[in-house]
């Protein structure tokens, strides 16, 4: 079963907007969760990441917002420009040595 | 370079025929990990070596998979008597282990025709 579900599948953002897509997990044992990037023809990249002992983490355009008692966490693309137009996905893992366990992605396309 | 790489980017083959895969993790990392996309999906994990032991294995992983790192450097993922079912895009990382995986390779995409 999906152990990480991610939505939505699909946003149209306006250049300048704000970008949100959520994230949502079961197993209270996870305690690293990364944000990938991917573009098209190329494997994922590293964003972003937290760890449950911080609610929030602010990289650049880049936001989590992680609320440990929902077992949700959110990326938040700030002023979104057209560069940004890509795939996202969460992710979780016991470790960050482990396997991780990815969202289903969040295809975003930023219009300028 | 200093990346993740992987051989061959695209092979196309006949059900039935066995394929290999390569993957050169960045020189440092003695994680190496394999997991498998298909179109809209996110990436599912197949699996990790701790430099040439292998950790874990999905459950996806089928008897027809193996993977080998062999001097904990380079990996190949074997598939044999592929099915179409196995078209996907395989794709390596690689970690130091305490810093999570930052970026993958670019991926093998395998077509069974």
């Known amino acids: 079963q999906q152990q990480v579900k991610q939505s939505p599948q699909s946003l149209i953002v306006q250049k300048g907007g704000i970008s949100i897509i959520n994230c949502a997990y079961e197993n209270t044992a996870f305690d690293y969760f990364p944000w990938y990037q991917q573009f098209p023809g190329k494997g994922p990249a590293l964003l972003i990441a937290i760890r449950p002992d911080v609610s929030e983490k602010k990289e650049g355009r880049f936001t989590i917002s992680f609320n440990k008692s929902a077992k949700q966490f959110s990326l938040h693309i700030m002023d979104s420009q057209p560069g940004a137009s890509a795939t996202y996905f969460c992710a979780a893992s016991i470790n960050t040595g482990n396997q991780f366990y990815f969202g289903t992605g969040t295809s975003l396309t930023v219009i300028p | 370079d200093t990346g993740v790489s992987q051989n061959p980017r695209h092979k196309i083959t006949k059900r039935g025929q066995n394929v290999t895969f390569r993957c050169d993790p960045i020189s440092e990392h003695n994680r190496l990990y394999w997991y498998r996309q298909t179109l809209g999906q996110g990436p599912e994990f197949l699996t990790y070596?701790?430099?040439?032991?292998?950790?874990?294995k999905s459950r996806l992983l089928s008897d027809r998979f193996s993977a080998e790192r062999p001097k904990g450097s380079f990996s190949t993922l074997e598939i044999q008597r592929t099915e179409q079912g196995d078209s996907a895009m395989y794709l390596c990382?690689?970690?130091?282990?305490?810093?999570?995986?930052?970026?993958f390779g670019p991926g093998t995409r395998l077509t069974v025709t």
């Open positions: 990382a690689s970690s130091s282990g305490t810093g999570g995986i930052r970026c």
């Open positions: 070596f701790q430099n040439e032991a292998q950790l874990e």
